[in-house]
Each structure stands twice: as structure tokens, then as C-alpha cells.
């Protein structure tokens, strides 16, 4: 309907005025048809009713002495009739007793009488009528009519039909001509008026006013209105000096105020940028110690010690990983504050995620006598695309949760799945019969460094940060969570994540990468070197190497490694990012500069302590292969020695160099 906008204001008006007549002329003539084919309909019916009363009661006789000759005699005189087709007379039982055939015409009687009454049917009038003498019926008769006829009657109807309407339209629209202009000459005339009001800027034209009635009092609303408008135009003439000057003074106080917005601005990006440097170099200079002290504790755990310095080792280790835990929620919710945490999406095995996320607090639960089960619905996909990392640090934070606050009982993991038209909403639930949540504390649980109460930190530890920071992952994930809880009966945290599903003959390199093989890489003794600054992460990383059969080489900063590079091979380098002299990226950046002539790839592993938003992004960026975050663990570490072992991986972009 957009070509409507584009006509003028007459072809509107006529428009309207023929679609009300053609609808108005359209219904009375089809009415009026559709009368006609009723009538003729009827009309056809009451001639073939009395043709077979008329029939029938010939018929009698015939009928009720069985002389076939005299009914079929009767029946011949049907061919003064052309419309009749065939017909026929049934005894009493319904059998045919006689019948008639028009010449030519390929009819059939049939053999029995049917069910009385007249129908139309495949462009016939059929008609079956009871012959009935003092009240015994006698037989039946049929009667076929063809209904050309009728046809050439309804023909004609619609020719006249047709006609009428035409005639009718052709009327309407002289008509319609003539009439539209009571309405669009005013109207046309005002809009002259207005538009020569715009060229010559003269507010006192005025339009004429021809007509009364609601085009009249427009045309009067006009021409009041460009009196208001002379009346104000003299107005603003006479104020224009003075607004000039207000003007200039509002317009210089504009420019001091943007200023000023403009230096706030740039000392609120200065503090934000202040902000994240210093979360970056906390996060450093926090990881780096943490790295040597986790370090040595799994170094020396594998040395020949007695039970009592075993147990001392374990509880200094114990208590390093609950240090680590605390510092990662506090740069985790420092980098969601700032907006700096993104979202790692990539293919990975819910299933397995899940399980080994509960694997991981089974000891936990074992100690404190607890019941720790993981239950996932059968119509959980194995494997989707999201955040595996993200998934288990919210699993990890809930789950330790319920066994922290639970005394006795059990604990489950549950996981269902509702397929959504662009992907998939994973439902997790963790429930727990432990103390329970007061309702009126049920509000505030998931707002930072909030729990249940104050005596629930000096009963059971913690920030008060882990369900912050699940809540906020949660959210990223497009999700939502809640909890369900009574005191002393026990909780249930629930909540969903949004996951894209992976199609039959999808890709699934990218999530092959993440599984380690059960046997460890013994049998490759690997040339690699360290690039590391810090003397006691060159020892850690070196000893770990070394102890599981691995031959290393040490560099101080990037231009020793490169140095290095060019007298020995190698078949893996780790790279510390952040070294005096050349750092890792820009070492990183000149290795694959050199390779860019050969087919040579040497792997490349990134080793940082840094955590911030994009650090992963830039290793990758620069030519590394792959990412370890510090401290370094010793499984992490062989996980990617077995990853980048020469002939272990397919999707390595070179053979590694021989010996």
C-alpha cells in the first residue's frame, strides 16, 4: 500500500471514493448472482419434481400389475424432453423394473434405487421420488436432467451482471471526478498559499477562504496562525541584539564547562588506566612468588620424606592453594568491576568438565564423611561450545560451598539441557543438606563479601566473593542463578548458561587439544628452552624438566634466547612474557620472522604470571602456540610437553629438527 503516499490529494480522493463504490457495486451484484443461481437452482429441482410426480402416477398401473411394456412406453415419452438424460422405474424391493437412455448420451441407470431426494452431483440434477398409492409405496422413480441449461440461463445472468457493474463504475468515477474537487481545490489552494508563504517570507499573505464547514475553519485556523506568526516574527526582530549577546556570554560558559568535562574525562580514563596496570602488576607480582613457593612444595613432595615432613609439606601447600584461591577471586571480581574479564569460547566436553570438576572435591568430601555425587541427564550433549574454565570455576565455587557449610549428608551434581532454536541452556543444580540460608539473608548472599552472617566467616573462612563472582559469570554466560534454601534443611543453588551446539561433521580439532593422554611423555626427551628471568622460576621449571627426563637450556631474557636459538635446536621453547632486555612477545615476534623463509616451526608456550583482559589474546597475536598461567603445576606443565611432543600432535605447523 506505499504507492498510496506517492498520489495526489485528487487521485486520493477519487481513489477512495471508487473503492467505496466498486466494494458497495461488487456486493450487490454478487448478492444479486448469487440470488440468481438459487432461484434457477430451485426452479430446476420443482420442473424435475414434477416431471417424476407426473411420471409416477402414470406409472401406477404399470407397476402394480409388473407390465414392463406400458412403464417402458411411459418412460420413451421422455424424449420429448432433452434435458432428461436417463431415467428409470424401481419396484418395490428397489430394483430397477425399467429403464430409459437418451441416444447418444453415455448415462447408465442404476441397478438400484437410491436414497429419495434431489441432489446435485458431477454437473447433474439427480432426483430419486417414491410412487405411492393409498398409502403403499409402489416403486420409485429416477430421473437424470443435465444442467446446460441452467448453465446457459446463469451465463446470461452473469453477462447482465457484469454489465450493470461496469455501466455502474463508469458513473461512479465521472462522478467522483467532478466531486473530489468540493474538498481538494480548498485544500490545493492552501497549500499554494503556505508555499508561497516560504518563498517570499511574507507573513502576511492570507489564504481565501471559498467553503464553510471543517475545510473553512482549516483554512481560518491558517491564516490565524500566520498572524501569530507575523505578530512573533516582529517580536523576534526586535529581540534578536539581545539574544545575540546571550548567545555569546551561554556560549563561552559552554566552552569552559566542556573543558572541564573534557579534563574530568581524561582524569577518569587516566585513573582507569591507573587501575589497571596496578591490577596487572599485583597480579604479577603476586604470582611470581606463588609460582616459586607451589613450586618447590611439589618438588620437594616427590623427594624421599618422612610421613611428619610429608604432612607439614602438605599443609604449606594446603594453605598456599587457599592463598591462590583468595587472590584469584579478588582479581577475578577486581577485572569484572573494571570490565576487563572476557569469555573464552571454544568446543569442549561438558560431561568430562563437569565430572572432573567433582573429582577434584571427592577427597575434600571424603574427609569431612560426606556423600559427593554427579548426576547428568541423557539428553545432555557431550560436547558444546562456551567457556570450560568459566563453567568449573562457578562448579568449583558452589560445590565447595555445600561442603564447606555441610556437617553430614550428601552433596550432587546435576546437569539437564533444553534445546533452544539457536543453541542449547545447560541447567546446573548443587544441593547440599547442610545449614541452610535464612530467607531474609537469601537477597544478599550473591553481593560481594556478603555470607550468611559475620560469624559464618570466622566459623568457615572465606571472602565472601565466590558466589559474587559465579553470579556475575553466570550473567556473561547469559544465564541466570538462584537459590532455594531452608535453615537447617539443606540448600540448592540452581543455574543456567547459554552454550552453542556443535553440528554432526563439525570441526572438532580445536576441542581435541584439550584432552591429555593417559601415558605421560616419558619415552620423548625433549630439548627445550627455558626463557626466564626470575632465578627462582628458572630453577623450578628446570628441576620439574629435568626430573621427568628432559634436557633444558636457560636464557635470562629474550635476546639470550634468540641467541641461544641460533646455537642449539630445540623442540620446545617456554617463554616468560615479561623479561629486561626483550620480552617474550617481541622475541616471540622475531623467532617466526626467521621461520617465515623455511618450513621450521618451533613451538612456542607462553609463561606469565600476568591475568588481566587481552594477555592471552597478545601471546597468540605475537606467534605463540599456547598458554600456561603461573604458578606453573607440574601437571599443567607435562600436559603441554605431551601436547607439543614431536610426532604426538598432528596440527603442528613443521616437523620438528633432528638431532
Partial sequence: MRWINELSLKQKLQSIIMATVAAALLLVCSLMFASEIAGRRSDMQEELQVLAQMIGQNSIAALSFGDRDSAGQLLQGLESQPGILSAGLYSADGRLFTAYQQSGVAAAVPLQAGPTGVEFRYGHLTLFQPVIWNGQMLGTVYLLSGTEKLHERLNRALLVTLLVFVLSSVVAFLLAAQLQRLISDPIIHLAQTAKAVTLLKNYGIRARKTTNGEIGMLIAGFNEMLSEIQSRDRQLHLHSEGLEKEVSTRTAQLRRLNEELSDAKEKAESGS?????????????????????LGMIELMLDNGLTPEQHD???????????????????LDFSKIEAGKLELDLLAF????CTEETVRLLAVRARQKGLELSCTIDPGVPERIVGDPLRLRQILLNLAANAIKFTESGSISVEVGAVTLPEGLELEFAVRDTGIGIPPEKQRTIFQAFAQGDGSMTRRFGGTGLGLTISSRLVEMMGGRIHVESRPGEGSCFRFTIQAGKIQAGEEQAPAGRQSTSVERISSH????????????????????LERHGHYTVLAGNGREALQALTRHSFDLILMDVQMPVLNGLEATRAI????????HHIPIVAMTAHAMKGDRELCLESGMDAYLSKPVRVRELLDILERFAPGKQSDLTAETPGR
Fill in 312 to 330: 607439614s609439606l602438605m599443609i604449606v601447600k594446603i594453605s598456599a592453594d587457599a592463598l591462590l584461591t583468595i587472590i584469584n577471586d579478588i
Fill in 525 to 544: 626427551r625433549l630439548h627445550i628452552l627455558v626463557a626466564e628471568d626470575h632465578p627462582v622460576n628458572q630453577q623450578i621449571i628446570v628441576r620439574m
Fill in 273 to 293: 588506566r591507573a587501575k589497571s596496570e596496578f591490577l596487572a602488576n599485583v597480579s604479577h607480582e603476586i604470582r611470581t612468588p606463588m609460582n616459586g613457593i
Fill in 592 to 599: 617466526r620472522r626467521t621461520e617465515r623463509d623455511s618450513s
Fill in 349 to 352: 566436553n561438558v560431561h568430562e
